[in-house]
């Protein structure tokens, strides 16, 4: 599977918000993405400091169609975990 990775950025508020607030019948309680400007900007603040690591995952158009799932284009999650 190809997959893409990258730190977040402003640039990804958009589709991720999208992502979050589709998704969330699927995650919550277990998972609560930042469903809005407000929230990702909050993200993107704690990514950014010294003591987190966050990143995006996003698989390519290509695995999508591969997979046969139509979701999966454009579909973002999160990964975080705490610099040690």
Do not use: C, N
Request: charged share 25%; net charge positive; no cysteine.
């Amino acid at each position: 599977m190809d997959v893409d990775v990258s730190a977040p950025k402003q640039s990804d508020a958009r589709e991720f918000i999208a992502a979050a607030q589709a998704s969330r019948p699927l995650h919550q309680p277990w998972l609560d993405a930042p469903d809005t400007p407000a929230r990702f900007a909050a993200y993107l603040d704690r990514a950014g400091r010294d003591d987190q690591a966050a990143y995006l995952l996003q698989s390519s158009p290509v695995t999508a169609a591969r997979s046969g799932w139509p979701g999966a284009w454009g579909s973002r999650r999160k990964a975080s975990r705490r610099a040690t």
